[in-house]
């Protein structure tokens, strides 16, 4: 198996390139700020499985497919921009959705929508499989034998990484904003500027080459 050394720079590697703000990141940012600590969570998780879905196809080598492929990499880009633009677009014209996820009242479906969000956020996120597909083979050592369980073990050390990393991000910014979103009119602008956030998101990921 992968020696410990590896598995130390591989740590590092990932906690940085986890730590970069991207549009997962942003948009679990933008649910937290606007709309509560239970919104976050429900949306970190849901990036979080994504990722688990970016790994398997890694693994399987689809992911390889998708980026020697200039027209695959390009629909999937479209397709991850264009949810990201129709997010924010619902999110600004969406008044009764307004800070009601961190009340307890909320009904499942809508932590349901917001789970499916976070995980189609991420798994549309062609920067993602390049995270995947280009760090971890880094780190496999090809003498240690049994290449499939490294690169397990390695994807998912990554994305327990990120949840955890999420979550505590998750906390810091809802707690920072609960004093804001007990404002209806100041809750109102958070839900505005969160949409506005998601059009940008869209916008940048529609716009950038890997």
Excluded: C
């Excluded at 499989?129 to 050390?157: C, E, N, R, S, W």
């Excluded at 999420?166 to 810091?172: A, D, I, P, R």
Aim: hydrophobic share 60%; glycine share 10%; proline share 3%.
């Amino acid at each position: 198996m992968i020696g410990w050394t590896s598995y130390g720079l591989f740590v590092l590697a990932a906690l940085v390139l986890i730590l970069v703000p991207g549009p997962d990141m942003l948009f679990m940012l933008g649910r937290s700020i606007a709309q509560g600590r239970r919104a976050g969570i429900v949306a970190a998780f849901g990036i979080n499985a994504g990722g688990y879905v970016h790994l398997t196809a890694a693994i399987t080598g689809l992911s390889a497919i998708l980026l020697t492929s200039a027209l695959a990499f390009t629909i999937v880009k479209w397709i991850g921009a264009a949810y990201l633009v129709w997010l924010g677009i619902n999110a600004i014209r969406d008044r009764a959705s307004t800070i009601s996820l961190d009340s307890g009242e909320i009904a499942p479906r809508r932590f349901r929508a917001v789970f499916v969000q976070g995980f189609l956020s991420d798994m549309l996120n062609p920067k993602v499989a390049v995270f995947f597909l280009a760090l971890l083979p880094q780190f496999v050592d090809l003498k240690a034998g049994h290449p499939i369980a490294q690169l397990l073990l390695l994807g998912v050390t990554a994305n327990m990484l990120a949840i955890a990393i999420n979550l505590v991000l998750v906390m810091l910014s809802a707690r920072i904003s609960r004093s804001l979103r007990g404002n209806p009119r100041i809750a109102r602008r958070l839900q505005s500027a969160m949409g506005v956030l998601f059009i940008g998101l869209g916008a940048r990921l529609a716009t950038e080459r890997i």
